[in-house]
């Protein structure tokens, strides 16, 4: 056991956070701390890292072992460039590194016995540096920048002119190059790209030391942690296994509470009716017989109603009128903000009902493409068409169609006069807005209120094509299923950006991403286009050295009988292209088949059966050329799907 928490209770004023919490964590292990917004969660790391007094319990740290946390929003300043700032945190190595070049300064004005004392000094001195991994330290800072979403090029730009969510991201860097034996990370993936997340999942999941993660990115916990533990009214409960195996083990507690508690209640009346039946024979001793029934009554320990935040909200989205099956028709589409080009020639078309989740690395467009569908932005080039009766509805991180003078409560009822107060109340509640939180000034809301204001009155818009932009920024993991939920009971049509990549697996039944200014189409959930994204990758968007030269496909999409005469052309050009890349692919088949066979025949002869280092080599050859041989393999068969669709 590296770290325990022993009974935790916290309160403030007469509000309770946390109720006797305990839990342990042993060294490499890698666990969640969940439970919803406002729930005690960031508070229990401020405890464990010694921030916050605990009012009752204690935390205890293995003796020797060292701590490191990483807040939600960090105020870092100062003149220091971003490489600097993370590099100082080994300040030690720092320290050990300028004495050794002070020690071979000194070197150059010695002789004798003066130089052979310092030179067994900084032997010593140069062997403890390379334990302490000097010779790496810097490499590791720039491994680690980059793994964060830091191009090469940014790590001289300063901590005073960052942004919030890149001071978040070199407060982590820096926690990352000290390696603590026990890691305390506070919503991790805010401010990450996809590819920045998945870097920091793999490094985490084989990271030596413990992980304590407080993280609403519920695929990134499924990837990561052993060990959940659950904070709901203000007690603990902990669960082995990931998110999903959580949820599950959660839902099947909360089933057997039920149960319990309503076998006892049906105990309970049945008693309380033999009792009443038994006063009624108004004869002494059945009244004696009621009296002890009575007292054995008073003793039962009453289990209480086993309840859960927000069980009893439905959103419900229905449209008020239902589209054309074509929904959306975009068309050679291209922007730029010199000298950076995001995309060109892009095309894709949405038909009535699909989810389509648009992703992509920060900086690619994403939003952009938004904002040109709904008007808001003005492309370059191409054209964007809607179908016949569509009627959208945008919702988007800048919240410009809220009224800062209004309470919440009237924001949705001004917007919707039809609706009755419990209605509202209930919508609100499902974006985290209760009891007096409801009479709470626009004005006066954090930017991500005011995008859950936004959200809540989108959902009740009755459109018929939804277009999000992080939809789940802001929320809680409860408030996440009770959307994804509606989403996935909507008959109208989706097309959102988001970084969550378990809401995408819930919700997508397709998904676009935007790569090499190119976009690809997959015809699944976010598991189908990890499985394909490699192979797809490779054939759209390739190892072209024409950066300019743009390809735009759509993997899945059918060929359209009405299609004009360039949407024609645009489809033969691929099928050619897929033919070309078959051909290619064909023909390495056949190159590596012959090297084996090769291989085999050198296997055969006599004079290598007695040459183990000839075997060897030979070896490790055809298995080098078998692993390739089956990338083609299923490359050719990626490619002749795709000839057949």
């Known amino acids: ?68 946390y990483l807040a939600q929003y960090q105020d870092i300043s100062g003149g220091s460039t971003i490489y600097e700032e993370v590099l100082s945190s080994r300040k030690e190595i720092l320290e050990m590194e300028e004495k050794l070049r002070d ?89 990450l790209d996809m590819e920045s997340i998945r870097w920091l999942e793999n490094l985490l999941i084989n990271y030596k030391g413990a992980v304590i993660i407080v993280s609403h990115d519920r695929y990134f916990l499924d990837r990561v942690v052993t060990k959940v533990i659950e904070i709901f009214q203000h007690k603990s409960r902990v669960y082995q296994g990931n998110y999903t195996d959580f949820a599950r083990k959660k839902a099947k507690v909360r089933e057997d509470l039920l149960k319990q508690y309503a076998n006892q209640q049906r105990e309970i009346k049945h008693q309380e009716e033999v009792i009443e039946k038994l006063k009624s024979f108004n004869r002494e001793k059945s009244i004696k017989r009621a009296e002890s029934r009575e007292k054995m009554l008073e003793k039962v320990h009453r289990l209480e109603k086993p309840v859960e935040e927000n069980t009893d909200i439905k959103l419900s989205l229905e449209p008020n009128v239902i589209s054309g099956n074509d929904v959306l028709a975009v068309e050679h589409l291209a922007k730029a903000y010199p000298p950076l080009q995001l995309f060109s020639d892009i095309s894709f078309e949405l038909k009535r009902g699909e989810r389509v989740a648009l992703i992509g690395s920060n900086g690619t467009g994403k939003t952009t493409i938004l904002k040109i569908i709904n008007d808001l932005t003005e492309a370059d080039a191409g054209s964007v068409t809607l179908g016949a009766n569509v009627h959208i509805g945008y919702y988007d991180q800048e919240h410009q169609l809220l009224h800062m003078e209004k309470t919440i409560f009237e924001e949705i ?73 509606a989403l996935n009971r909507y008959t109208g049509t989706v097309l959102f950006v988001s970084h969550d990549r378990y809401f995408i697996n819930q919700t997508a039944t397709r998904i676009l991403e935007l ?105 490790q050859k055809r298995s080098a050329c078998q692993k390739e041989l089956e990338t083609c393999y299923e490359m050719w068969e990626e490619l002749s799907l795709q000839l057949g669709s």
Not at 177 to 185: F, N, R
Not at 444 to 467: C, P, Q, T, W, Y
């Open 1 to 68: 056991m590296i770290l325990s928490c022993q009974n935790i209770s916290k309160s403030f004023g007469t509000d309770e956070i946390l109720k006797d919490v305990s839990f342990h964590i042993e060294a490499s292990e890698k666990a969640a701390i969940v439970g919803i917004n406002g729930a005690g969660k960031s508070t229990l790391l401020k405890i464990m890292m010694g921030e916050e007094a605990a009012d009752e319990g204690e935390v205890i740290l293995a003796k020797d072992r060292t701590i490191g």
């Open 103 to 191: 020690m071979e300064r000194e070197m150059n004005h010695l002789a004798g016995e003066e130089l052979e004392k310092l030179l067994e000094v900084y032997h010593k001195l140069s062997h403890e540096f390379e334990l302490m991994g000097g010779y790496t330290c810097r490499s590791e800072v720039t491994g680690i920048l980059k793994g964060l979403g830091f191009a090469e090029e940014e790590f001289h730009k300063t901590m005073d002119g960052l942004s919030g969510g890149q001071k978040t991201r070199v407060s982590l860097g820096k926690l990352l190059v000290t390696k603590p034996d026990v890691l305390l990370l506070d919503e991790p993936t805010n401010h």
């Open 413 to 485: 009822a001004d917007a919707y006069p039809g609706l009755n107060q419990t209605k509202i109340r209930n919508v609100l509640a499902a974006f985290l807005f209760t009891e007096d939180d409801v009479f709470k000034r626009i004005g006066d809301l954090s930017g991500g209120e005011r995008g859950r204001v936004s959200l809540a009155k989108l959902m009740l818009s009755e459109a018929n094509f939804l277009i999000l932009d992080e939809p789940t920024n802001h929320l809680d993991i409860t408030s996440k299923e009770i959307l994804e939920s």
């Open 515 to 619: 790569t090499g200014e190119t976009l690809v189409s997959y015809g699944g959930n976010y598991d189908y286009y990890l499985e394909k994204r490699e192979a797809l990758t490779r054939i759209f968007v390739g190892d072209s050295k024409e950066k300019n030269a743009v390809r735009t496909a759509d993997a899945d999409a059918m060929p359209d009988s009405k299609a004009d005469w360039q949407t024609q052309k645009a489809q033969q050009a691929k099928i050619r292209k897929i033919e070309n890349q078959l051909k290619k692919t064909e023909e390495q088949i056949a190159r590596l088949e012959a090297q084996i066979a090769e291989i085999d025949e050198e296997f055969a002869r006599p004079e290598n059966a007695v040459n183990s280092a000839k075997l060897n080599d030979l070896s």
